[in-house]
């Protein structure tokens, strides 16, 4: 594990971030100010004119913005994405510099991870798998969690931008795949946590309990999680713009569903988890923040929660 540094070593060194969303800006944001030449990528063209306005530089595709870079940040939602940055019309495997470093923050199957890294190895580039873990705010601060495996010419590479966009850096085994496998444990509890939370917020509110009350004695007691603590105030101010949205985990949950039948093991309480996310996403709330688990559940109970639910 590594701390982050006040600064790059290679400060001025040029990178290229793919995917201007709210953990991608985040970072780019970060590795700016920590000195780098930023050139930043996103299918949402006002992302990138934002990112212009704030100092960085905006690019048309992945494959101008990664031209001289010897670092390229991928910050899509999973493998498929991932495939299309770096191998699409206008990806940036082959204008990415021989030697350079493509560092991947998808969620996907380490099986996905390790396909996608020996074909662009063959090329003579580096991949190193890097899933994160934080939030949108900690993107922001430079303070993310990072997971990441890959071969040691491909952590030299990086090392300088993840020390700028992480307070904490895992170094999980010199095989790309280990890192992805790591992300979806994380993300099995994860999931798992918020739709307790939300089903317990949405019980106590049929129970006639102040929940903001409950909240306060949970978060205090042996019952917490971070989830809790972190959501729950979404269904407290009934403000469920997406922080994290529902079908981040209708896709991790489904990935570890796959992982789970692959290798013939038992998941049932991830498998109980995606069937709420799936539910809240089939009610039209997808794109919303992933604590309106606990709308469903105030829907479908008739029970009142903040802003109108039930």
């Not at 670092?71 to 204008?95: D, K, M, Y």
């Not at 007691?221 to 729950?232: D, I, K, L, T």
């Not at 809240?280 to 109970?301: F, H």
Request: hydrophobic share 45%; net charge negative.
């Amino acid at each position: 594990m590594s701390v982050q540094q006040d600064q790059p070593s290679s400060a001025k060194a040029q990178v290229a971030v793919i995917g201007l969303g709210s953990m991608g800006f985040g970072m780019a944001s970060s590795l700016r100010r920590a000195g780098f030449d930023v050139a930043g990528c996103d299918v949402d063209r006002s992302a990138v004119e934002r990112f212009a306005t704030e100092g960085g530089r905006g690019a048309e595709s992945p494959a101008q913005a990664a031209e001289g870079a010897d670092i390229v940040v991928s910050v899509v939602v999973n493998a498929a994405q991932t495939e299309a940055v770096l191998f699409g019309p206008g990806g940036v495997a082959q204008a990415m510099p021989e030697g350079a470093v493509f560092v991947s923050s998808a969620t996907m199957d380490p099986e996905a991870a390790r396909r996608l890294a020996a074909r662009l190895e063959e090329s003579g580039r580096h991949y190193l798998d890097a899933p994160i873990s934080g939030g949108a705010r900690r993107a922001a601060e430079g303070a993310l969690t990072i997971l990441a495996s890959g071969s040691p010419a491909a952590f030299a590479k990086a090392r300088p931008a993840l020390d700028a966009m992480a307070s904490t850096l895992y170094e999980l085994g010199d095989a790309p795949g280990q890192g992805a496998a790591f992300k979806m444990i994380n993300q099995l509890l994860a999931g798992v946590h918020i739709a307790a939370a939300c089903e317990a917020i949405a019980f106590a509110a049929r129970q006639g309990l102040d929940i903001a009350k409950v909240y306060e004695v949970i978060t205090a007691s042996a019952g917490n999680s971070w989830m809790f603590e972190n959501r729950v105030p979404h269904v407290l101010d009934g403000d469920y713009t997406p922080h994290s949205a529902v079908d981040i985990f209708v896709k991790d949950l489904g990935i570890i569903q796959d992982m789970a039948r692959a290798a013939k093991f038992p998941v049932p309480v991830s498998a109980a988890a995606l069937q709420m996310f799936l539910m809240t996403s089939a009610a039209g709330m997808g794109r919303d923040d992933d604590a309106s688990v606990a709308r469903l559940y105030a829907q479908v109970t008739g029970t009142k929660l903040p802003g109108g639910e039930g």
